[in-house]
Protein backbone atom coordinates (compact mmCIF):
# COMPACT_ATOMS: atom_id res chain seq x y z
CA UNK A 1 0.00 0.00 0.00
CA UNK A 2 0.99 3.73 -0.82
CA UNK A 3 2.32 5.54 2.10
CA UNK A 4 2.28 9.36 2.45
CA UNK A 5 4.48 11.62 4.50
CA UNK A 6 2.38 14.54 5.55
CA UNK A 7 4.04 17.92 6.06
CA UNK A 8 3.92 17.70 9.96
CA UNK A 9 5.05 13.68 9.72
CA UNK A 10 8.76 15.20 7.54
CA UNK A 11 8.94 17.96 10.26
CA UNK A 12 8.39 15.65 13.44
CA UNK A 13 10.24 13.39 12.00
CA UNK A 14 13.46 15.41 10.98
CA UNK A 15 13.12 17.16 14.17
CA UNK A 16 13.24 13.84 16.32
CA UNK A 17 16.62 12.98 14.16
CA UNK A 18 17.86 16.50 15.00
CA UNK A 19 16.96 15.94 18.53
CA UNK A 20 18.51 12.70 19.02
CA UNK A 21 21.81 13.58 17.31
CA UNK A 22 21.94 16.57 19.33
CA UNK A 23 21.55 14.66 22.34
CA UNK A 24 23.48 11.05 21.75
CA UNK A 25 24.80 10.24 18.01
CA UNK A 26 25.39 8.97 14.56
CA UNK A 27 24.39 5.02 15.65
CA UNK A 28 21.37 5.97 17.56
CA UNK A 29 19.61 7.91 14.28
CA UNK A 30 20.73 5.32 12.51
CA UNK A 31 19.30 2.79 14.70
CA UNK A 32 16.10 4.85 15.08
CA UNK A 33 15.85 5.69 11.33
CA UNK A 34 16.31 1.76 10.59
CA UNK A 35 13.36 0.96 13.17
CA UNK A 36 10.95 3.77 11.38
CA UNK A 37 11.33 1.91 7.97
CA UNK A 38 10.79 -1.20 9.63
CA UNK A 39 7.64 0.03 10.51
CA UNK A 40 6.87 1.73 7.24
CA UNK A 41 7.35 -1.81 5.75
CA UNK A 42 4.98 -3.66 8.26
CA UNK A 43 2.33 -0.99 7.39
CA UNK A 44 2.70 -0.88 3.79
CA UNK A 45 2.04 -4.69 4.17
CA UNK A 46 -0.94 -4.35 6.62
CA UNK A 47 -1.79 -0.88 7.28
CA UNK A 48 -4.59 -2.36 9.93
CA UNK A 49 -1.48 -4.19 11.90
CA UNK A 50 -0.90 -1.71 14.75
CA UNK A 51 -3.58 -0.24 17.45
CA UNK A 52 -5.64 2.61 17.45
CA UNK A 53 -4.69 6.05 18.95
CA UNK A 54 -6.75 7.81 21.42
CA UNK A 55 -8.16 10.21 18.71
CA UNK A 56 -10.79 8.33 16.50
CA UNK A 57 -9.28 7.09 13.42
CA UNK A 58 -5.79 7.38 13.93
CA UNK A 59 -3.45 4.50 14.17
CA UNK A 60 -0.12 4.34 17.05
CA UNK A 61 2.44 2.64 16.94
CA UNK A 62 5.66 3.10 18.79
CA UNK A 63 8.79 3.36 17.52
CA UNK A 64 10.85 3.74 20.09
CA UNK A 65 10.28 4.05 24.24
CA UNK A 66 10.17 7.82 23.14
CA UNK A 67 8.79 8.33 19.70
CA UNK A 68 5.36 6.76 18.95
CA UNK A 69 3.96 7.83 14.67
CA UNK A 70 0.36 8.13 14.18
CA UNK A 71 -0.97 7.75 10.96
CA UNK A 72 -4.59 7.51 9.11
CA UNK A 73 -5.54 4.54 6.57
CA UNK A 74 -8.01 5.13 3.24
CA UNK A 75 -8.55 2.90 0.69
CA UNK A 76 -5.40 2.70 -1.19
CA UNK A 77 -2.84 4.62 0.89
CA UNK A 78 -1.48 5.40 4.50
CA UNK A 79 -0.62 8.96 5.22
CA UNK A 80 1.37 9.27 8.04
CA UNK A 81 0.51 12.20 10.33
CA UNK A 82 2.80 13.09 13.10
CA UNK A 83 5.66 11.90 14.96
CA UNK A 84 4.82 12.32 18.88
CA UNK A 85 7.12 12.20 21.56
CA UNK A 86 5.67 9.63 24.61
CA UNK A 87 6.24 11.56 27.42
CA UNK A 88 4.63 14.43 25.85
CA UNK A 89 0.57 15.30 26.19
CA UNK A 90 0.18 15.41 22.48
CA UNK A 91 -3.76 15.24 21.08
CA UNK A 92 -3.20 12.04 19.61
Same mark, same amino acid.
Given at each position: ????????? %?? %??? +?? $? +?? $???????????? =? +?? +???? /????? *??? !???? !???? #??????? /?? *???? *???????? %??? %?? $??????? *??? #? =?
Amino acid at each position: MKIIWSEEA %TE %TYL +ET $I +EF $ILFNWDYNVAED =F +EV +EVNR /VLNLI *SKN !PKLF !PLSK #KKGHHKV /VI *SEQT *SLIYNVYR %TQV %TL $ISFVDNR *SDH #K =F
